[in-house]
C-alpha cells in the first residue's frame, strides 16, 4: 500500500516550511504546487487510488489548502481541474495573510496514459489552431471560474487561477474572459502554450530579429486589408485587457513557450526602431488566425495578450522534459529573470 506522503516527500517543495505571501517565489511554488495536485489527481482517478492509497492529497493540504470540487472532462470524465480553498490554522497570524488567495482554481496539462491522453491532444490541436474556446473543457472552465467569482463576491482579488501547459491556456481564457468584463484575477502560468513557429529557438539574432520584422508587418497588413472596418474596435478591445497582468513562467529551452521571450521582447525592439504603430496592430493579432478568418472560420488567438510579468528560468535544463515539467517551478536557488511588459 503506497504512503499519500511518498510521492510528495521526494519532489515536493519541504524547504518551505512557512509561506511568506508576500514572496514572489513562494507564492509561484503554491500555485505550481496546487496544479500538480490535479495532475495526480487524475493520476489517482486512472490507476484507482482511493482513501489511504492516494497521493494527491499532501500537494494541496501541505500549505493549508482544502479540496473543495474537482472539475471534470464532459468526453473523457478525466480531472482536468480543481478549486481549493484556503484554510489556515489559527497559529497563522492574520497580518501574514493579507496577499493570500482565499480560493484557487487550477488546471493540469496533457497526460500521456491511454486514459486521457486522446481529449488531451485533441485539446491541444485546438489550441494549435485558435480553437481552444469553442471546446466543451473550456466551457466548464469558464463557467467555473465565473460562479466562482458571483459567489465570493467582489472583483476576484481573493481568486488565482493556475495552470501548465494545456492547463495554462485553460486558465488564460478564463482569465481573459473575465478580464474583458473588468474582473482581473491574479493568474500564474506555467509553460503556457505559444501557436507560433518558435523562432526563438533560432541561435542568430539578426535572424531572428528579421524574420520577426517581416511577420509584423505581413500580419499588420493583413490585419488593416481584412480588418478595416473593425481596426478601431479591435485595438479597444485588446487595450481593454491591458489592465489584467498575468504571471507568465516560461523555460527558454522549451519549444511549447519560449516564443513568449521573443514575443514581448519584439514589442520593444520594434518602438526603438520606430515601428511601434506596426507592432500595435502586429501584437495583437496571428497570420493563423487571419488565414482562418478569411476562410470565414471563426478563430481567437488565445496565447496573444497585451500585458504580463514574464518570467524566465535561465538555469540550464538537463533535457525538454525538465524544461517543460512543472516540477522546475518550486525548485530553490533557480536563475530567474523576470520583467514587467505593460501594452
Request: charged share 20%; glycine share 6%; hydrophobic share 40%.
Amino acid at each position: 500500500m503506497a504512503s499519500e506522503n511518498d510521492y510528495f516527500h521526494l519532489s515536493g517543495p519541504l524547504h518551505l516550511t512557512s509561506v511568506n505571501w508576500d514572496h514572489a517565489y513562494h507564492r509561484k511554488s503554491v500555485a505550481a504546487s496546487l496544479v500538480q495536485g490535479v495532475y495526480v489527481l487524475e493520476k489517482d482517478r486512472q490507476e484507482q487510488r482511493k482513501g489511504p492509497d492516494s497521493i494527491a492529497f499532501p500537494w494541496w493540504a501541505f500549505f493549508h489548502f482544502q479540496l473543495l470540487h474537482m472539475l471534470v472532462d464532459d468526453v473523457d470524465n478525466s480531472v482536468f481541474g480543481a478549486i481549493y480553498e484556503f484554510k489556515p490554522p489559527p497559529s497563522i497570524g492574520n497580518n501574514t495573510l493579507h496577499r493570500s488567495p482565499r480560493y484557487v482554481i487550477a488546471f493540469r496539462g496533457t497526460i500521456t496514459k491511454a486514459d486521457s491522453v486522446s481529449r488531451d491532444i485533441e485539446l491541444d490541436l485546438k489550441f494549435l489552431r485558435n480553437g481552444l474556446h469553442r471546446t466543451s473543457r473550456s466551457e466548464i472552465a469558464i463557467n467555473t471560474v465565473r460562479n466562482m467569482v458571483a459567489s465570493v463576491g467582489g472583483n476576484g482579488s481573493n481568486i488565482w487561477l493556475a495552470g501548465h501547459s494545456l492547463g495554462s491556456g485553460m486558465a488564460l481564457l478564463a482569465g481573459k474572459t473575465m478580464a474583458k468584463s473588468g474582473i482581473f484575477i491574479e493568474s500564474f502560468l506555467f509553460n503556457p502554450p505559444f501557436a507560433s513557429a518558435p523562432i526563438e529557438r533560432i541561435k542568430s539574432k539578426k535572424t531572428k530579429h528579421r524574420l520577426r520584422i517581416a511577420g509584423s508587418v505581413l500580419t499588420a497588413g493583413l490585419t488593416i486589408a481584412m480588418n478595416s472596418d473593425k481596426k478601431s474596435s479591435s485595438y479597444d478591445s485588446f487595450a481593454a485587457l491591458s489592465a489584467w497582468i498575468p504571471c507568465l513562467f516560461v523555460n527558454p529551452s522549451d519549444y511549447i513557450c519560449s516564443e513568449y521571450v521573443g514575443y514581448f521582447e519584439h514589442r520593444r525592439k520594434m518602438e526603438e526602431i520606430g515601428a511601434g504603430s506596426i507592432e500595435k496592430i502586429a501584437t495583437q493579432n496571428s497570420l493563423s488566425s487571419l488565414m482562418m478568418s478569411a476562410f470565414g472560420k471563426e478563430s481567437d488567438p488565445l496565447h496573444l495578450i497585451p500585458s504580463a510579468i514574464l518570467t524566465v528560468n535561465l538555469t540550464p535544463p538537463k533535457s525538454f522534459k525538465e524544461a517543460h515539467g512543472i516540477h522546475q517551478w518550486w525548485k530553490p536557488d533557480l536563475h530567474l529573470d523576470s520583467k514587467l511588459h505593460k501594452y
